[in-house]
């Protein structure tokens, strides 16, 4: 067959066998002497899709990941650059492995945000890979249950060809999805962790020898601590922001810079000791699991658990050989996971990721929720999903419960587009750090004064300067401005022009991220 550049968005729900597509794509470019380049968002995935794909396809496999050594990423390395077809399967660097005569390009789960870098050099690892299939010609496969709704966009106006697998494998049915409103659940004393729906649940999957996760996309033991007596709060000197409490090790973390100190029992500020804890992390949902179930075999998978080399592997290997029977984790456990024996997902608390203020914020809600109900129901067993909410009636999360992506996308590119947000314009932050607060914010007025005096035409605007989400971060401010243009050329042009007319500014750093995936 003749070879040439085509982009796929292969859409198909949880379950549906997007990885068995991936390996008949790989094998037949394989097969005509091509070598394959295959993403995944997270090291935590590439253990199962490594296994599968060499038990299909030899030794022809190469992983390449930051988590191997120098030697071994050496070693990675070489191989690519040196066997006429291999098939290359890492995170979002494995991009730019030196393979021979590329003949196909995998991205699964393109959705995900890991996929961007976020520091220099800034790129998207699903944009890089659709820019190198064009360059080698061969086609680019993007596969997803939650499509990026700027991927979904393109399939609309035609420059992605979908692919869709509307059913799970074998006629296994989608996990039903249960709603459960917390507003109404029975409180006795201290936070309200699971519905009694929940508890109940999960009492008869572990009498039937089953298995469940639980996630919640917030890690540590409580959000914040607070003294009762005097109202104090443990603070990040460098940012501004709360500390987390973080009970095995008895410390106050920021989880931004990754600043410590010891947590003690009075308050550093009044010496009081009543100190009363903010909401719920993962290490606090683990802790009440096994006091509800004190033989109850549970494990933890966020970023404390999973520091260390190999981490990961090990977590998912003690589960498929059931040697767990709940796994509690952030968004980690929703991601691509494969595991027949899970017939119950718990979703503590699916209101977290709506309280983020970015304009993306319903779409990863609805992806995150989605993705981790997945999770369930993959064998002939079935599952269930339940989410405990406190917005019970927010199309989002009933979107999510119908497993209904069509809805969700409708009703939200409806929105974008009458807000002229992405994907209907293209979007540049620019931030300016400093350690003097006045320089950041003359500089930032500066930038805000060049775009306004060279705006370019029609589809142009820009939104500051202001501070963002955290206008202090690792001990520098930040302001930040928002520009948007309907072309990608004249938001070049603008930013170019605006920034020379603004000029370099002493004491301050520009940040300019294209199309990022944050905005505050």
């Keep these: 067959a003749r070879r040439q550049f085509a ?61 191997l050594s120098a030697g071994e990423r050496h070693d990675a390395w070489k191989r690519a650059s040196s066997m006429p077809a291999s098939l290359v399967i890492g995170p979002r660097s494995a991009i730019f492995a030196p393979v021979r005569s590329l003949g196909l390009v995998v991205v699964d789960e393109e959705h995900d945000a890991s996929y961007k870098q976020e520091r220099d050099p800034r790129y998207h690892g699903r944009d890089v890979a659709i820019m190198r299939a064009h360059q080698a010609g061969c086609p680019v496969v993007l596969g997803s249950a939650t499509p990026s709704l700027e991927s979904y966009q393109h399939c609309l106006t035609g420059k992605h060809v979908l692919l869709e697998l509307p059913e799970r494998v074998d006629g296994w049915r989608l996990p039903a999805v249960s709603i459960v409103d917390m507003r109404v659940e029975p409180r006795l004393q201290g936070p309200l962790i699971f519905s009694a729906l929940l508890q109940r649940r999960l009492h008869e999957v572990l009498e039937r020898g089953e298995q469940a996760l639980l996630l919640l996309n917030r890690r540590g033991y409580a959000r914040s601590v607070q003294c009762a007596d005097c109202g104090f709060i443990p603070k990040c000197p460098d940012c501004d922001i709360s500390l987390t409490f973080h009970r095995r090790d008895l410390r106050h973390v920021c989880h931004y810079c990754d600043y410590a100190e010891p947590a003690g029992e009075e308050c550093p500020s009044c010496g009081g000791r009543r100190l009363g804890l903010g909401s719920v992390g993962t ?74 203020p970015d304009f993306r914020a319903g779409e990863r809600a609805f992806q995150l929720l989605s993705q981790v109900a997945g999770r369930a129901g993959r064998s002939r067993t079935g599952g269930e999903v339940i989410l405990q909410s406190l917005l019970v009636d927010y199309p989002v999360l009933l979107c999510a419960a119908r497993h209904d992506y069509a809805s969700f996308a409708r009703d939200e590119l409806m ?95 520009l940040v300019v991220d294209i199309d990022p995936l944050e905005t505050v």
């Design 415 to 509: 929105d974008r587009k009458e807000a002229g947000y992405p994907p209907f314009a293209r979007l540049a932050r620019l931030e300016v750090r400093g350690q003097m607060l006045d320089a950041v914010e003359s500089h930032a007025r500066s930038i805000a004064e060049g775009l306004r005096a060279t705006r370019e035409g029609q589809g142009a605007r820009f939104l500051g300067p202001a501070p963002p989400l955290l206008p202090r971060m690792k001990g520098f401010h930040r302001r930040h401005v928002l520009v948007f243009h309907r072309s990608h050329s004249r938001l070049h042009a603008w930013l170019q022009s605006a920034l020379a007319r603004a000029g370099d500014h002493h004491g301050t750093r």
């Design 7 to 67: 982009s796929f968005l292969l859409h198909g729900v949880t379950g549906s066998g997007k990885t068995e597509v991936y390996l008949a794509a790989a094998a037949f470019a394989l097969d005509q002497g091509s070598s394959v380049l295959c993403l995944v968002p997270e090291i935590a995935l590439t253990a199962q899709m490594v296994a599968r794909f060499r038990g299909r396809l030899g030794d022809r496999v190469i992983l390449l990941h930051s988590g």
């Design 283 to 356: 290490e606090r949902v683990e802790e009440e699991l096994r006091s509800l179930h004190p033989r109850l075999r549970v494990l933890r998978m966020d970023r404390d658990t999973t520091r260390s080399r190999g981490a990961h592997v090990r977590i998912i290997d003690s589960m498929e050989r059931e040697e767990a029977s709940v796994l509690v984790g952030t968004q980690m456990i929703a991601k691509g996971l494969d595991l027949p024996k899970v017939t119950l997902v718990g979703v503590v608390n699916a209101d977290t990721p709506l309280q983020f």
